[in-house]
C-alpha cells in the first residue's frame, strides 16, 4: 500500500462534508506524527470467520541455552547475574579445575615427547642414509614417532573436548603458573540470563546430568505463542491465517500468523497447538503470560476492512477517523464480520478513502478532553 505510514498532514484539506465541525480534534503537522497518528488507504482485502482460542506466549526453544561446565572444580569467578543482558562469548564464570590442569600438563608432555621422537627419528634416518646405523633403529625411531603423535593427538582431543580451541593450545606451554586451571564458562549466544544457578567458591561436576545448569539465557526477541485448538476445529486451521493477539480486555497486543499446527492431541486437554512465532523486539509479549488469540478461519471473501484498532466507539457509534481540514473527524461506520485482528466495514468507508490506521484511541480520546474542556456535548 503506498499511502501506509502516510504522514498525517498530507491530506488535511480533504472535504468530507458528512463529518461536524465540532467534531474535529485540531492536530496537524508534525504535532500529529508525534502522536503515533498514521494514515492508509481503505482496501478490499480476504477476511474469513475466527475462532478466539486461549494461547500462551512461551520462549523459542531454539534462542534458548542451558550452560553447564564441560570441567570440574570451583567457582572462582561469577562475572554475570540473573537479568544481565550477555552477549555471545562474554564470560559468565570462571572455573578453578585441578582435571583442566591435569589435562593440559598431559599435552604439554606428549607434545615435548612428540618433538624429541621427531627429532630422534630424523638423526636415525641420517645415520642410516650413511650406513652407520642399522635399520632396526629406524623402525624403532619411527615406531616411538608414531606413538608419541598419538598419544598427543589424545591429548589434545580430550582438550578439544572441554572447549580448549586451538589458539587457547599455543598459549598453554606459555601459560603462567595457576592459568591453566582456568576455565571460563562463556555465553554461546546473545540474550538476557533468566537462571543463574551457582554461587561463589561452590563446586562444580561435569558431565552431571542431574545437575542444574549453571546459567540459563534466552534471546527473547522472538517469542513462539501456542494456540490451543480445540480437536473439533483443528481442520479449519490453516498454515499462514492471521492471528491477532489480545489481552483479556481485547486489546491488540500484536499480530502474527499461524507458523504451523502440531499433529498431536494433548490427552488432557484434547486440544492441538498451532504455533505462532512473533517478532517481539518491542517487548511487547512476555513469556509466560497468556493471551487471547483471535484466528482466521475459513469461509473468506473479499471485503472492505480495517484494523480492529482503527474503529472506536464515539458517541456511541462505531467510528473511524478520517482526515479534514484541521484535522481529523470520526466517520460512523457499520461492520460486520471481525477476524484476525481486522474488521468489516459494511458501510461509511469507500476503497480508496484515506483513514487513520494507527492512533485512532489518541484521537477519540482528545475528542473526549476537548468536549469535556469546552463544556458542551457532541
Known amino acids: 500500500d503506498d499511502h501506509a505510514g502516510e504522514s498525517a498532514d498530507a491530506h488535511g484539506d480533504d472535504d468530507h462534508s458528512d463529518e461536524g465541525g465540532s467534531d474535529i480534534v485540531k492536530l496537524t503537522g508534525e504535532v500529529a506524527q508525534e502522536a503515533g497518528i498514521v494514515l492508509e488507504q481503505a482496501e478490499l482485502d480476504a477476511l474469513g470467520e475466527s475462532l478466539s482460542l486461549p494461547a500462551e506466549v512461551r520462549f523459542d526453544a531454539d ?79 619411527r615406531a616411538e614417532h608414531e606413538a608419541a603423535k598419538a598419544e ?30 582456568n576455565a571460563y ?50 481442520s479449519r486451521v490453516r498454515i499462514g491465517a492471521p ?33 505462532v512465532i512473533v517478532d517481539n523486539r518491542d517487548k511487547a509479549l512476555t513469556p509466560g503470560q497468556f493471551v487471547i488469540a483471535d484466528l482466521s478461519v475459513g469461509n473468506a471473501r473479499e471485503v472492505l476492512r480495517v484494523p480492529q484498532s482503527a474503529v472506536q466507539l464515539v458517541e456511541g457509534r462505531s467510528s473511524v477517523f478520517v482526515p479534514v481540514d484541521g484535522g481529523f473527524a ?8 471481525t477476524a484476525g485482528g481486522y474488521v468489516e466495514i459494511r458501510t461509511g468507508l469507500e476503497e480508496g478513502d484515506l483513514f487513520v490506521s494507527d492512533g485512532a484511541f489518541t484521537l477519540k480520546a482528545q475528542l473526549e478532553k476537548d468536549a469535556f474542556g469546552d463544556g458542551h456535548g457532541h
Open 185 to 234: 564458562l562463556t555465553a554461546p549466544l546473545s540474550g538476557t540470563v533468566i537462571r543463574r544457578a551457582v554461587t561463589l567458591g561452590g563446586t562444580v561436576t561435569a558431565g552431571d546430568s542431574s545437575a542444574e545448569a549453571l546459567f540459563t539465557i534466552v534471546d527473547d526477541s522472538v517469542l513462539w505463542v501456542d494456540i490451543a485448538v480445540y480437536k473439533q476445529d483443528i
Open 63 to 141: 534462542r534458548m541455552a542451558n550452560v553447564s561446565p564441560r570441567v570440574s572444580g570451583v567457582i572462582d569467578r561469577i562475572f554475570a547475574g540473573e537479568g544481565d543482558t550477555v552477549e555471545y562469548g562474554d564470560r559468565l564464570a570462571l572455573i578453578s579445575s585441578r582435571d583442566l590442569a591435569t589435562l593440559k600438563a598431559q599435552w604439554v608432555t606428549a607434545e615435548t615427547r612428540k618433538s624429541l621422537a621427531a627429532q630422534a627419528l630424523e638423526r636415525a634416518e641420517g645415520l642410516w642414509s650413511k650406513k652407520i646405523t642399522s635399520e632396526a633403529t629406524v623402525q624403532a625411531a
Open 330 to 337: 470520526p466517520r460512523p461506520v457499520m461492520i460486520g464480520t
Open 243 to 275: 492471528v491477532a493477539l489480545k489481552s483479556d480486555d481485547g486489546d491488540i497486543i500484536t499480530q502474527s500468523t499461524v507458523a504451523f499446527v502440531l499433529p498431536v492431541i494433548d490427552e488432557v486437554s484434547r486440544t492441538a497447538t498451532a504455533r
Open 152 to 181: 598427543s593427538e589424545a591429548a589434545e582431543t580430550e582438550l578439544h573436548a572441554v572447549g580448549i580451541d586451538h589458539a587457547a593450545l599455543e598459549k598453554i606451554a606459555t601459560a603462567e603458573d595457576g592459568n591453566n586451571a
